[in-house]
């Protein structure tokens, strides 16, 4: 049977497609201006949140969102410019992991043998083969939504990651762009924590991000190569899980990516070592040529 006469398949497809997306663009950024660590706190924080939902029995992608947007904007209150330090966010990380293991003995023991335990192991490991059609065409949107925003700002954004001083001293409005980022990410993260799990989505943000940047270093261009990318790597990780039963698709979306950026640092050394030999032969060999070249004589001269 095709791939796409499953359901389950096709609603994975249309929501990893949003989801990937939002990763991308996102995640480029993140990488440009030094805050993946952001990245990795906001999916524990996104565990957190799910914990919570569930303790206090609410929907599991209301505490998913509240949590990660309001922690990542917390970030950024408490760090320069709308930009969170590393000191800020190993203190923040440390409170949450704290909170995340209170809530989750709240869920177990108010919660024991109800059945729902699987929902811990999906929160931490992803479940988008589990996506239902309405969940999917809301991971689609967001996606789409987050995309589109991030777009609307790059320009801003991208100066004041270049040059923070002279973006702030040229009236660009730096603390916001901070702020609004980083709800971006936290939007981000919280529905991609559906596809690949608080644990692994790390890979799904940074990954395609390092491979655009390792290409080519024009901004915008990157911005879109790490967008296709992270499309093109949920779309090939999805499906190796369809034809290899026993891998998670979490698992083979997070390697398919690592495996491309992998396959890119090698091509760039490659392509680096080519043009390193490529000078120095350039270098030699005017030097051969100059010895090569018959020496005149007195003798020549007066012929």
């Known amino acids: 049977m095709s791939m796409f006469s499953h359901p389950f398949m096709v609603y994975a497809l249309l929501g990893g497609t949003g989801i990937a997306a939002a990763c991308g663009a996102v995640g480029f950024f993140l ?11 906001l999916s524990h924080v996104a565990f957190t949140g799910a914990l919570a939902a569930l303790a206090f029995g609410i929907d599991l992608r209301v505490g998913l969102f509240a949590a990660t947007i309001a922690v990542a904007l917390l970030l950024g209150a408490l ?3 709308g930009r969170a330090d590393d000191v800020v966010i190993g203190n923040v990380f440390a409170w949450i992991l704290g909170l995340g293991v209170f809530f989750l003995t709240l869920y ?3 919660r024991s043998g109800s059945g729902n335990g699987s929902a811990t192991i999906n929160v931490l490991f992803g479940s988008i083969l589990g996506l239902s059609s309405s969940q999917a065409q809301t991971a689609l949107w967001i996606g789409v939504g987050v995309v589109a925003a991030l777009v609307f700002i790059a320009r ?3 100066f004041a990651t270049l040059d923070e001083a002279v ?5 660009v409005p730096v603390r916001v762009l901070g702020f609004v980022f980083l709800a971006l990410v936290g939007a981000a993260t919280a529905e991609a924590t559906q596809a690949v799990g608080a644990l692994l989505l790390l890979g799904l943000v940074a990954a395609p991000a390092g491979t655009a940047l390792v290409l080519t270093d024009r901004p915008f261009r990157g911005l879109g190569l790490a967008v296709a990318l992270a499309v093109g790597e949920m779309w090939a990780g999805l499906t190796l899980a369809y034809f290899v039963p026993r891998m998670p698709p979490s698992f083979s979306i997070t390697a398919v990516a690592t495996a491309v950026y992998a396959a890119a640092m090698i091509y760039r050394w490659s392509a680096r070592r080519r043009a390193a030999v490529r000078s120095a032969a350039t270098a030699v060999a005017p030097a051969h ?3 090569a070249e018959p020496v005149a004589t007195a003798d020549t001269v007066s012929v």
């Open 167 to 171: 973006a702030a001293a040229r009236g």
């Open 108 to 110: 177990t023991t108010n």
């Open 31 to 41: 990488v440009l201006r030094a805050q993946v660590f952001t990245g990795d706190a």
């Open 79 to 81: 760090g320069r410019r």
């Open 289 to 291: 040529i100059r010895v």
């Open 156 to 158: 801003p954004l991208l």
